[in-house]
């Protein structure tokens, strides 16, 4: 079922529509800079969206001819101590928000995503990027090392490889995003929505309770100790396997019949 667009937002367009929220960042004459004010409606839409029930994933995508170019530097200008540190503090937030919501986030990446845009391409759990799309982290060459970005982007493609990008603010193909990690898939542009729908397909298959709970787990282990990301890891499959969904999963594939989820 197609609902209504949501309202109340100033600089993006949120859908939701046959399972799927839809995240648009709405500024393109700014290539959909993301402002203080966008990162606090970006908080919003994506936890009103996480407490969908019927939601299977929320897609980010960038409305022109952008993904997104980064912070809007033209704020940044002048601006006492306190709203920088709450600009980062608050951007920081909107990327771990991403990581806890339930639903697999993707980003639907075309034209450029560059500085904080790269770092929100990098935190969103898959991303699919149009061929021509580029990826940069080039604070460095304005005097802002693009340090909030190479949290999650020296994450997805390691050291080296962040390095080469923060160093030197030289921007990378979608060909080497690819080859590097930092999206899953590269498509012509013209295939790039039946591309993340693909994605967005394949997850709905399964459990919404089980997808959710392996989203979690992954973040909750990705930086511990071996020893210590097993032990998490067991108490998580132990409590999964007593789940509904296991349990009739378990039970459909021993049948040789279609499991009947329920998301608990």
């Given at each position: 079922?197609?609902?209504?667009p949501h309202t109340g937002y100033e600089n993006l367009l949120v859908r939701e529509e046959g399972g799927v929220?839809?995240?648009?960042?709405?500024?393109?004459?700014?290539?959909?800079?993301?402002?203080?004010?966008?990162?606090?409606?970006?908080?919003?839409?994506?936890?009103?969206?996480?407490?969908?029930?019927?939601?299977?994933?929320?897609?980010?995508?960038?409305?022109?001819?952008?993904?997104?170019?980064?912070?809007?530097?033209?704020?940044?200008?002048?601006?006492?101590?306190?709203?920088?540190?709450?600009?980062?503090?608050?951007?920081?937030?909107?990327?771990?928000?991403?990581?806890?919501?339930?639903?697999?986030?993707?980003?639907?990446?075309?034209?450029?995503?560059?500085?904080?845009?790269?770092?929100?391409?990098?935190?969103?759990?898959?991303?699919?990027?149009?061929?021509?799309?580029?990826?940069?982290?080039?604070?460095?060459?304005?005097?802002?090392?693009?340090?909030?970005?190479?949290?999650?982007?020296?994450?997805?493609?390691?050291?080296?490889?962040?390095?080469?990008?923060?160093?030197?603010?030289?921007?990378?193909?979608?060909?080497?995003?690819?080859?590097?990690?930092?999206?899953?898939?590269?498509?012509?542009?013209?295939?790039?929505?039946?591309?993340?729908?693909?994605?967005?397909?394949?997850?709905?298959?399964?459990?919404?309770?089980?997808?959710?709970?392996?989203?979690?787990?992954?973040?909750?282990?990705?930086?511990?100790?071996?020893?210590?990301?097993?032990?998490?890891?067991?108490?998580?499959?132990?409590?999964?396997?007593?789940?509904?969904?296991?349990?009739?999963?378990?039970?459909?594939?021993?049948?040789?019949?279609?499991?009947?989820?329920?998301?608990?």
């Open positions: 079922m197609s609902l209504l929220a839809r995240i648009v960042l709405n500024r393109p004459d700014k290539r959909n800079a993301l402002s203080l004010e966008l990162i606090e409606e970006l908080i919003a839409a994506l936890r009103e969206a996480s407490t969908h029930r019927d939601t299977r994933a929320i897609v980010i995508e960038g409305a022109g001819p952008a993904f997104s170019a980064g912070h809007d530097l033209s704020e940044m200008i002048g601006r006492p101590r306190a709203f920088l540190v709450e600009l980062f503090d608050r951007c920081s937030i909107m990327m771990q928000t991403i990581h806890e919501a339930p639903q697999p986030v993707i980003a639907k990446v075309h034209g450029i995503a560059t500085a904080a845009g790269c770092q929100l391409v990098a935190a969103c759990d898959l991303a699919v990027a149009a061929e021509g799309t580029r990826f940069a982290t080039p604070g460095v060459k304005i005097g802002l090392f693009c340090s909030t970005p190479m949290v999650p982007v020296s994450r997805a493609v390691g050291r080296k490889r962040a390095m080469q990008m923060l160093l030197t603010g030289e921007p990378i193909d979608a060909a080497t995003a690819l080859d590097w990690g930092l999206v899953n898939r590269v498509v012509p542009s013209e295939e790039l929505e039946p591309g993340v729908l693909e994605l967005v397909e394949a997850i709905s298959r399964s459990s919404a309770y089980t997808v959710a709970t392996g989203k979690h787990a992954f973040y909750s282990q990705i930086d511990l100790a071996e020893d210590e990301a097993y032990e998490h890891c067991e108490r998580v499959m132990a409590e999964n396997a007593l789940a509904h969904d296991a349990q009739e999963g378990m039970t459909a594939f021993l049948d040789k019949r279609a499991p009947v989820w329920r998301g608990e």
